[in-house]
């Protein structure tokens, strides 16, 4: 976890960075460079960096790994791993466009948190669990917390006397 994710969290949350970091199995420094998570020899399946400043998005896309997030997502382009950029940033200037559709086109993932307006959110927690639950997708990892997009809900109408005629 990077300084300013820690600052992030401890600003809008009321989680403990003693609390996140027991979430994992185990825990970096962002200068660690030797971690095995620097390496393209460590498997995983991928990685999500969330929130992803624009500092780290330019850092990613020139290959500038001067912290264990930049050099971890470096090695997992690089290997052909998926990576999810989980962008927060607004507006978006054309420098951050250029570095998310350079991205994009090196196989980066480019999410958005933006909120999924059609499952009417009751609250913040739904909204986060809406993203939270696609980017787990992106890993094939499918969760029931959160409500998918079936279609626009229509009146059902019987073929009896419906005109198709126009």
Excluded at 94 to 115: K, S, Y
Aim: hydrophobic residues 35%; charged residues 20%; contains cysteine.
């Amino acid at each position: 976890m990077s300084k300013w994710a820690l600052a992030t969290l401890k600003y809008e949350t009321d989680l403990t960075e003693q609390h996140i970091r027991g979430l994992s199995h185990t825990n970096y420094t962002g200068k660690d460079l030797s971690a095995p998570i620097s390496s393209g020899s460590f498997q995983h399946d991928g990685m999500i960096i969330v929130p992803c400043s624009m500092k780290t998005l330019a850092a990613v896309r020139i290959g500038y790994c001067d912290d264990l997030i930049a050099r971890s997502a470096d090695v997992t382009l690089k290997e052909g791993r998926k990576l999810v950029m989980v962008v927060r940033e607004t507006p978006l200037s054309e420098i951050h466009l250029e570095n998310m559709l350079f991205l994009r086109q090196a196989g980066a993932i480019i999410f958005p948190p933006v909120p999924a307006f059609y499952t009417k959110p009751q609250g913040l927690t739904d909204v986060v669990e809406q993203s939270v639950g696609r980017m787990l997708d992106c890993f094939s990892i499918h969760t029931d917390g959160f409500k998918r997009w079936s279609g626009f809900e229509r009146a059902k109408q019987s073929k009896e006397g419906t005109n198709n005629s126009g």
